[in-house]
Each structure stands twice: as structure tokens, then as C-alpha cells.
């Protein structure tokens, strides 16, 4: 079981920053892969970035690329995403997600994230 608990959303206007954190317990933090989805009103859940276990490889969402950093501390067993540039349409609930599997490679599929958290709102306005 992994356990996952997200803060630091917010509400912040257009152009603003805001980094959210997510802790992680119950495996070895360095064994499992994390990533970052989001669901805004009205939509699907989807994917936002990813991690991998070293924190060497990332991936990131064509809508997010060049203002979202995933990055991870694996001594603190948290993940962050650190965001900048925040446009209205970035408003959602964001949740942290883990795939503790042995998956080679970075998924975009929620389906391979076996452990969530409970999510933290983000508000941008414009």
C-alpha cells in the first residue's frame, strides 16, 4: 500500500506560481514511479507529468510543458510540481499518483497508477 497526501494548492491569478507538494509513505519511496494528473469541471482526469524512480527521467503534458516542473526528493519521500505561468485553463483538483509495479518507462495512463491522493484544488483567475 502507498499512501499519498497532496498540499499547496490554492488560488493564485493568471501569471502566478504556485508549487504543490505530495508525501509519500508505505513503500520505498525510490521504488515507485510518480506522476501528476488533474480533473478540471466538466472534464476527464489528465495526465499532467511524470517522474521516474531516480527522478532522471521526466515527462510532461503538451499543455504544461516549459512551465511545469515535476521533481522529486527522495530522502523527504515527496514529489512536487512546481508551476509557473498559470493560466485559468491549469484550474482543477490535482492528485499525485504512484505506480509501485515494476512498468518500465513513464506512463500517461491513470490506469497504471494504482495509488492516489485526495487531490488539492487549484484556482486561476484571470
Known amino acids: 500500500q502507498v499512501q499519498l497526501v497532496e498540499s499547496g494548492g490554492g488560488l493564485v491569478q493568471a501569471g502566478g506560481s504556485l508549487r504543490l507538494s505530495c508525501a509519500a509513505s508505505?513503500?520505498?519511496?525510490?521504488?515507485?514511479?510518480m506522476g501528476w494528473f488533474r480533473r478540471a469541471p466538466g472534464k476527464e482526469r489528465e495526465f499532467v507529468a511524470a517522474?521516474?524512480?531516480?527522478?532522471?527521467?521526466?515527462d510532461y503534458a503538451a499543455s504544461v510543458k516549459g512551465r511545469f516542473t515535476i521533481s522529486r526528493d527522495n530522502a523527504r519521500n515527496t514529489v512536487y510540481l512546481q508551476m509557473v505561468s498559470l493560466k485559468p485553463e491549469d484550474t482543477a483538483v490535482y492528485y499525485c499518483?504512484?505506480?509501485?509495479?515494476?512498468?518500465?518507462?513513464?506512463?500517461?495512463?491513470?490506469?497504471?497508477?494504482?495509488?492516489w491522493g485526495q487531490g488539492t484544488q487549484v484556482t486561476v483567475s484571470s
Open positions: 499518483a504512484a505506480d509501485d509495479t515494476r512498468r518500465l518507462g513513464l506512463s500517461r495512463d491513470n490506469g497504471n497508477y494504482g495509488y
Open positions: 517522474i521516474s524512480r531516480s527522478g532522471g527521467i521526466t
Open positions: 508505505g513503500r520505498p519511496f525510490n521504488s515507485i514511479v
